[in-house]
C-alpha cells in the first residue's frame, strides 16, 4: 500500500480520527473553497491516506498526489507562492497524527459519549495530546501542578466528536487550552457540534462528514 506509515492491518480509530481531524483544520487554515468542498477535499485526502495512496514519503511526493485532487475541487493553497508549504503542513499533519498511534486498543464499547452523549463505540482522547508530552513535561499547563492532574488524563469521545476536536486546534493548543472536556465543551464551534451529533442516529463506525459544524 502506498508510500509510507499506514500499517497493513489499518489504523487504529483513535488514530483515524487524528489524521482527519488534523486534515481538515490544515485545510481550513491554509487552503481557500467552499465549505462543502473543503469537507469533500478532507474526505477525499484521508481515504487516500488510509485505503489507497498510505502516506508520501516527502513534501514533493504530497503535492504532486494531492494537488490534482485538490485542484478538481478548485479546493487551493491560500498563497500560492508558498504552495509548497501548504502541502507541506498537510503531510505534518497525517505524520503527527500517525506518531501517536499506540499499541492499546482503541475502539471501547459502546457507551456515552462524553461530548454528544451518544451511546456510541468510543475511543479514547488524550486531552494532553501525546505529541506533546515531552513539551509538558517541563511546561505543564496552568493549573496542572497544584491540581495533581496527570498528562495521561483522557477523555471517552465518539469518533465523530473526536476528530472535530482534532480539527478545531492544533495539539499544543489543545493540551495548553483544551485540557478538559469542559474547556472544549466552551467553544462555541464544538458545543454546536456536540448539540448536532447528538440529534443524529448513534451508528457503527463510518467517517465523518459534518466537520463543518466544529468551527
Not at 166 to 173: I, N, T, V, Y
Request: charged share 30%; aromatic share 6%.
Amino acid at each position: 500500500m502506498g508510500d509510507s506509515g499506514v500499517p497493513p492491518g489499518g489504523l487504529k480509530p483513535h488514530t483515524e480520527a487524528l489524521v482527519q481531524g488534523n486534515l481538515a483544520r490544515v485545510l481550513r487554515e491554509r487552503f481557500t473553497g467552499e465549505d462543502a468542498l473543503l469537507e469533500a477535499a478532507t474526505e477525499m485526502l484521508f481515504l487516500d491516506v488510509i485505503e489507497d495512496g498510505g502516506v508520501p514519503k516527502d513534501v514533493e511526493t504530497a503535492q504532486a498526489r494531492y494537488e490534482p485532487m485538490l485542484s478538481d475541487l478548485d479546493v487551493l493553497p491560500a498563497d500560492e507562492d508558498d504552495a509548497a508549504d501548504a502541502y507541506e503542513a498537510l503531510l505534518k499533519a497525517v505524520n503527527d497524527a500517525l506518531a501517536n498511534e499506540i499499541d492499546e486498543e482503541e475502539l471501547l464499547g459502546d457507551d456515552a459519549c462524553e461530548m454528544c452523549e451518544r451511546v456510541m463505540p468510543l475511543t479514547r482522547h488524550h486531552l494532553i495530546p501525546r505529541s506533546e508530552w515531552k513539551f509538558f513535561e517541563k511546561r505543564p499547563p496552568a493549573g496542572f501542578a497544584e491540581s495533581g492532574r496527570s498528562l495521561q488524563e483522557t477523555a471517552l469521545l465518539c469518533r465523530q466528536c473526536h476528530s472535530a476536536v482534532h480539527s478545531f486546534a492544533d495539539e499544543r493548543a489543545l493540551g495548553e487550552r483544551y485540557n478538559t472536556v469542559e474547556a472544549l465543551m466552551q467553544q462555541e464551534s464544538l458545543a454546536k457540534f456536540a448539540a448536532f451529533q447528538n440529534k443524529q442516529r448513534a451508528r457503527k463506525g463510518g467517517h465523518v462528514n459534518a466537520l463543518k459544524y466544529a468551527r
